[in-house]
């Protein structure tokens, strides 16, 4: 295969070696695991965690181990957390963000004047902002002031599984296409297949939109409503996403690819979906409340449900499957009228 032959070519290996020191913003799940993916391929670099939490902070550094989100996989000698920005960012060449979205813009406040405005920042958060309704390509710009160098990273691509070290395909989106080259020398390995991409647009709202369907999928699973329900379910929420990315800019083929379908396919039936879980225990008739106040993970696709409606609007694209989404998670309707609603849509012509 050609791209086997890429990953042992002269050019990866030297741009990775040259990399001595990555910072990852948050000490969630995905952060953590991105950053062990780099670790275990450039021995001699360092990964740096930046937390808020000074006990996590001391379990990873004496314990290399992520005790709160990855609390059955060892880190390896050379990730190590802090909770100073100023340590974390010295001598930085790259900068992970993987803060919550919702979380972004006081973070990215409280350490701006830190921030170098050549460091390349790495987003791999995905939502919508739910009091602005930006993306984090326009967050990110907003709250620091300066055009900075950045990266917006998506797939299919669960954390335990990248910790695992088995195979997954990624995205790297940015309009600087040499800086999307970068990135993906940086993260490909035998481990992992990188694509470019200047769609930065696509790759997020692909990746914001497919945690609101996933929600649906797992209503349908938490009602029992069978595998004919959630392919239809599914299939109409892809339709759905396709319409409104390409009314808002998005290429076609960002939609049908590996952020787009193929994270919409994990997202909706992987067991490992936080997203999913959310709307299966929604679907078995438990209060929004009580599943968010036990679960010490975030799922965006409860907060980027309340974007959608408005996105709708602003784009007269008709969202049914992921309107009726919004309208669960803020309680207006039940899950199962909200299956209801939908099947009783009126008849329809097949739509591109």
Same mark, same amino acid.
């Given at each position: ?75 390896? &000698? ?5 909770? $100073?920005?100023?340590? =974390? +960012? /010295? ?6 963000? *993987?803060? @919550? ?65 088995? &195979? ?5 989106? $940015?309009?600087?296409? =040499? +800086? /999307? ?6 993260? *490909?390995? @035998? ?162």
């Amino acid at each position: 295969m050609r791209w086997s032959r890429y990953f042992r070519s002269k050019e990866e290996s030297d741009g990775l070696e040259r990399v001595e020191k990555v910072v990852v913003f948050g000490g969630g799940s995905f952060g953590t695991a991105m950053g062990v993916s780099l670790a275990r391929q450039n021995k001699a670099g360092q990964v740096t965690m930046l937390l808020r939490d000074p006990y996590l902070c001391k379990d990873i550094n004496e314990q290399h181990c992520n005790t709160r989100y990855l609390k059955d996989y060892e880190l390896p &000698p050379n990730v190590n957390a802090t909770t $100073s920005a100023a340590e =974390a +960012l /010295a001598g930085a060449q790259f900068a992970i963000h *993987a803060v @919550p979205v919702q979380h972004t813009r006081a973070f990215l406040q409280g350490i701006k004047e830190l921030i170098p405005p050549t460091l390349p920042i790495i987003s791999v958060s995905k939502g919508i902002e739910v009091t602005s309704g930006q993306l984090m390509s326009e967050v990110i710009p907003s709250v620091l002031g300066k055009k900075q160098p950045t990266v917006y990273l998506s797939g299919p691509s669960f954390a335990k599984e990248v910790m695992m070290g088995r &195979p997954t395909g990624i995205v790297a989106a $940015s309009k600087d296409k =040499a +800086l /999307a080259r970068s990135v993906q020398r940086l993260f *490909a390995s @035998p481990d992992m297949r990188v694509n470019t991409t200047t769609d930065v647009i696509g790759v997020e709202i692909c990746g914001s939109l497919k945690n609101v369907l996933a929600i649906a999928a797992g209503i349908v699973e938490g009602l029992d409503l069978g595998p004919n329900a959630m392919a239809a379910l599914v299939a109409q929420g892809c339709s759905e996403i396709r319409w409104l990315a390409t009314k808002m800019g998005a290429k076609a083929a960002t939609i049908s690819g590996l952020s787009g379908l193929g994270d919409i396919m994990l997202t909706c039936y992987g067991s490992l979906s936080r997203n999913r879980t959310v709307g299966v225990r929604l679907g078995r008739g438990e209060r929004l409340p009580d599943i968010l106040a036990s679960s010490s993970q975030v799922a965006e696709g409860v907060a980027t449900a309340a974007v959608v409606v408005n996105l709708a609007r602003k784009y007269r694209v008709q969202l049914p499957v992921l309107t009726a989404v919004a309208q669960v998670v803020d309680g207006h309707i039940t899950a199962e009228q909200a299956v209801f609603e939908i099947m009783n849509l009126p008849q329809i012509e097949e739509r591109p």
